[in-house]
C-alpha cells in the first residue's frame, strides 16, 4: 500500500476529513494526548463516527473535528488505495 506523508494546518486537515475520508475508510486520530484508531462509520459533514478498536476502548463514538482541531497532532487516513498521514502546522 502507498503511504503518503504531509502537513497541513488543522483548518485544511478539518476540510479533508469532511471531504475526503468516507465511510469504511480507516482513521487514526491522534488529539493532544488522545489516539482514536477505529473504522469511519459515517461522516457528517467533518463529524465523524467511528467504530473504535482499541485495548482500552471499544465502540461507537461521535467525533466533531472541528471543535477538536486545536488538538489535532496527526491523522492518518486510510483507504482501499493508499494511507495518507497529515501532520497538523500552525495555521
Given at each position: 500500500m502507498k503511504t503518503?506523508?504531509?502537513s497541513a494546518t488543522c483548518t485544511e486537515i478539518c476540510e479533508y476529513?469532511?471531504?475526503?475520508?468516507?465511510p469504511g475508510d480507516i482513521v487514526r486520530l491522534s488529539?493532544?494526548?488522545?489516539?482514536i484508531p477505529g473504522e469511519v462509520v459515517t461522516n457528517n459533514e467533518g463529524v465523524l463516527q467511528i467504530d473504535i478498536e482499541s485495548d482500552m476502548i471499544k465502540g461507537l463514538?461521535?467525533?466533531d473535528i472541528e471543535k477538536l482541531k486545536e488538538f489535532i497532532v496527526?491523522?492518518?487516513?486510510?483507504?482501499?488505495?493508499?494511507?495518507?498521514?497529515?501532520?497538523?502546522k500552525d495555521d
Amino acid at each position: 500500500m502507498k503511504t503518503e506523508k504531509k502537513s497541513a494546518t488543522c483548518t485544511e486537515i478539518c476540510e479533508y476529513i469532511e471531504n475526503v475520508v468516507k465511510p469504511g475508510d480507516i482513521v487514526r486520530l491522534s488529539l493532544g494526548r488522545c489516539y482514536i484508531p477505529g473504522e469511519v462509520v459515517t461522516n457528517n459533514e467533518g463529524v465523524l463516527q467511528i467504530d473504535i478498536e482499541s485495548d482500552m476502548i471499544k465502540g461507537l463514538s461521535c467525533i466533531d473535528i472541528e471543535k477538536l482541531k486545536e488538538f489535532i497532532v496527526e491523522v492518518e487516513h486510510e483507504c482501499k488505495d493508499c494511507c495518507c498521514v497529515i501532520e497538523a502546522k500552525d495555521d
